[in-house]
């Protein structure tokens, strides 16, 4: 069988959440110990080079779902559920035949009922919009609900899913199903959840700061764990019956606050990390929004209690490290035992299994923690694994410039099932057969935030460009911007923006970008008429 056959296929895909490309073993770090992960990428096509569509959560999820970047689909930043009435490839799928699942976490509506952090304030706000609200449900993934029922669920099908067992949020505080299984078989755990019912660890700066805490959940009763459980009563399911299947299994690790539990606590001694090489680089140039972060450290100002981005110390950096690690290796046990239940199942003959993330995280790179707008690489860039099913040829590893938004194309080309218009991804299965090495030139990532932060006095816009190895990125309203040549500057530390000397290659970078978003400009739906 070769890579892009027609035989039809089912489709086992894993996702984490916030984990960079560089903390696996197969993408060489030497600390991090992913067996099952690495010998999934043995036999699998590695893309070395797949970057996000944006660095946050719920669009990039968004993105991955429609093939579309944010832009177009409309759910732009975090608060701004995608359209129930978007096409999505699992949808696609499951018109064509497919059986359809989720589990874990899924993030394509909102989960708090926190209010926004729009600079508009509600009371100033325009009585009508432009663009009205989409018709529908959009409260499915609140947590308010899930946690004060036990009978409360999705709408199926769910963006294509026509069934799920939702893990949503992060830590060991997420809900959904997940929580009325653990308030069933579990009560008393599940009345400990949380940095308040954790185990004392005061020897951890990032406990102090509720970024970690060391949960009281045994292994087998930690999320990840009951996501695989899930997982492979999916897959004995699945295998009783003839209809090919699509089952996404989405961890909400290794996302802060960091809480791996019982053994992948300590498996990592935070001492014995090493500190990315940025950390304690000698920029020639700093961003102001950088320097800005530096400056709230310096003087005890940075609030490092919320999901924003902060500057951090050594000692918070290498937590982070061993915390982030202790979690991976437990999703990489959890991928194990699903793999080997694929295989007794004797599905693994005919099932393609995938494996990437919705985004990084800066882990100390810039002296820097979490994520937010500003695209250095260990943020944007994120694993992709793409493995054939056993006995088809090895889809060809690769370094070619691919998005998030080219994952929904490239699972639809393998099906056997058209994409539909407006599209903007494009299928891999051309570079993993080798016939192609390239699929662009250039490639967008684009964010636009809800708070005000950084020293901006309005949220946040911005647009990178990755092209010829180098990095621009603009910034709406401001009269810097990034430049890198990370040919030369891998880790990102001299800012060429104002360097006469690359005068020509911001011009040319700058100029790329703007044909760029102009490609981006949305061909649905098609014309229904001349005029």
């Known amino acids: 069988m070769s890579v892009g056959s027609n035989t039809p ?22 600390v991090v110990k992913t067996p099952n992960l690495d010998a999934l990428a043995r036999r699998a096509g590695q893309f ?14 968004a993105s991955l779902m429609t093939g579309r970047f944010p832009s177009t689909h409309g759910a732009r930043h975090n608060g701004t559920p995608l359209s129930l009435q978007a096409m999505t490839f699992v949808e696609s799928l499951r018109q064509a035949g497919y059986r359809t699942a989720l589990v874990g976490k899924a993030h394509l509506q909102n989960m708090t009922l926190r209010p926004p952090v729009w600079p508009v304030p509600l009371e100033s706000r325009l009585e009508q919009e432009a663009v009205r609200a989409p018709q529908g449900n959009y409260d499915q993934e609140r947590r308010k609900y899930w946690l004060s029922s036990n009978d409360y669920d999705l709408d199926y099908p769910y963006y294509g899913f026509e069934q799920a067992r939702l893990v949503d949020e992060h830590s060991d505080e997420v809900h959904g199903h997940y929580r009325y299984w653990l308030r069933e078989h579990y009560p008393e755990l599940e009345r400990q959840v949380g940095p308040d019912g954790a185990i004392p660890t005061p020897g951890y700066a990032l406990s102090k700061i509720r970024q970690a805490w060391r949960t009281r959940l045994p292994e087998e009763v930690y999320p990840s764990a009951y996501i695989a459980d899930r997982g492979i009563d999916y897959l004995r399911q699945f295998a009783a019956q003839e209809r090919p299947f699509f089952l996404k299994c989405s961890f909400p690790d290794p996302h802060h606050p960091f809480t791996p539990p019982g053994k992948y606590w300590d498996m990592y001694d935070p001492e014995k990390m090493e500190l990315p090489p940025s950390f304690h680089g000698k920029p020639r140039s700093v961003p102001p929004h ?14 490092k209690n919320t999901p924003a981005i902060f500057a951090c110390n050594e000692r918070e950096a290498k937590e982070a490290l061993a915390l982030n690690y202790g979690s991976i290796s437990n ?24 494996f990437t993330s919705d985004h990084g995280d800066y882990l100390g790179d810039h002296q820097l923690m979490l994520k937010g707008p500003i695209h250095y690489r260990g943020l944007t860039r994120v694993p992709f694994l793409w493995a054939e099913p056993e006995g088809a040829i090895k889809a060809q590893d690769s370094d070619s410039l691919v998005s998030t938004v080219d994952i929904a ?14 599209i903007q991804g494009h299928s891999l299965l051309p570079v993993m057969a080798g016939t192609k090495e390239q699929l662009r030139d250039a490639l967008i990532i684009e964010e636009e935030g809800q708070r005000v932060i950084l020293g901006f006095n309005t949220r946040i816009r911005c647009r990178t460009l990755l092209a010829n190895g180098c990095r621009v990125t603009i910034y ?19 800012n060429l923006w104002d360097d006469s000397a690359n005068a020509g290659l911001r011009a040319r970078m700058l100029e790329s970008l703007a044909y760029k978003m102009l490609n981006h400009v949305d061909t649905s739906p098609y014309p229904t008429a001349l005029a």
């Open 9 to 30: 296929v089912n489709f086992l895909f894993f996702i984490t959440d916030q984990q960079r490309a560089d903390h696996l073993g197969c993408y060489g770090n030497p």
């Open 48 to 61: 070395n080079n797949m970057h996000v569509a944006t660095p946050i959560c719920m669009p990039n999820r």
């Open 290 to 303: 950088v320097k800005w972060l530096y400056e709230q450290r310096d003087s005890g100002n940075a609030i």
């Open 331 to 354: 999703i990489d046990h959890q991928i194990g035992r699903m793999l080997q239940e694929l295989d007794r199942l004797g599905l693994g003959r005919n099932t393609v299994v995938v």
């Open 409 to 422: 194309p490239t699972i639809l080309s393998r099906a056997g099932v058209a994409p539909y218009n407006g």
């Open 476 to 494: 709406d309203g401001a009269e810097w911007g990034e430049l890198y040549n990370l040919a030369d500057d891998p880790n990102e530390l001299n």
